[in-house]
């Protein structure tokens, strides 16, 4: 699955500040949220007075490393460098000019193409209905489902319509693959939607327990957690299952001459 959520942290920051009180809310839920965070992974990101303010020339150029517990960079500024900006905006004004522009020099990399691809494939929209999401619950379906309008144009049933068809298309939640390892992490938002069960032994799945988006292709650290690790190991072990047979046919082939 491909990381996308930083590259949309903003526009999610934007729909969740559609209202007048959302700032207040969704800045103490997120600061709440964090502070669980820390305290049960040791973790130091910040977001308190002077979170946003900017340290000397060339900081926040160094590589940005959010697991590692020396760097005192804050939540906010990690966040602001990964989308190359100094701030975020909170007009959808703004923001739906921005994702109407063509221009690959003056718009942002990929959300325009992002945003076409979920009105036009597969939805794939965040909400945060569940009283602990961390963030204001004004992303709701329909504020998602309204920039695919704005944008280009593409109606609701137009977009229900195409996400049928990719679920036809694919198999939805049973695609049928051979020699298809799905995995995720279960704090990962997105794994409710891949495959999690494995359906045989050609089709397999993984669901590693404490992992978020995209941690099993994440380098190795010592901070790893156990069950990390272990998830790394079968995936490793589940790809010798498949390339070895292949491996041991084609240095035969080669031995024979063929």
Request: net charge neutral; aromatic share 8%.
């Amino acid at each position: 699955m491909a990381g996308r959520p930083a590259l949309w942290l903003g526009l999610l920051l934007l729909l969740s500040l559609g209202g007048s009180s959302a700032p207040a809310s969704l800045l103490r839920r997120l600061r709440e949220h964090i502070q669980r965070f820390q305290e049960s992974s040791g973790l130091s990101l910040t977001l308190g007075p002077g979170a946003g303010a900017l340290p000397k020339q060339g900081w926040l150029g160094q590589p940005l490393d959010p697991f590692n517990t020396s760097d005192r960079r804050s939540f906010l500024q990690v966040v602001m460098h990964s989308l190359g900006q100094r701030c975020l905006s909170f007009s959808r004004a703004e923001t739906v000019a921005q994702l109407k522009v063509t221009d690959p020099h003056l718009s942002s990399v990929g959300d325009r193409q992002w945003l076409y691809q979920t009105c036009t494939e597969f939805g794939f929209y965040v909400t945060c209905e569940d009283p602990r999401c961390p963030f204001s619950q004004l992303p709701a379906l329909p504020s998602q489902l309204e920039l695919c309008e704005q944008v280009f144009g593409l109606s609701t049933s137009s977009i229900a319509q195409a996400v049928a068809q990719t679920n036809s298309y694919y198999g939805g939640q049973t695609p049928g693959a051979t020699q298809v390892l799905f995995t995720n992490g279960d704090t990962d938002p997105w794994h409710v939607l891949s495959v999690t069960q494995a359906s045989g032994p050609s089709e397999s799945a993984l669901l590693i327990p404490g992992a978020s988006h995209c941690m099993d292709m994440a380098p190795k650290r010592p901070s790893d957690s156990r069950s990390l690790r272990l998830g790394r190991q079968s995936i490793f072990q589940q790809l010798q299952t498949w390339l070895g047979p292949a491996k041991e046919s084609q240095e035969s082939r080669v031995s024979r001459g063929g």
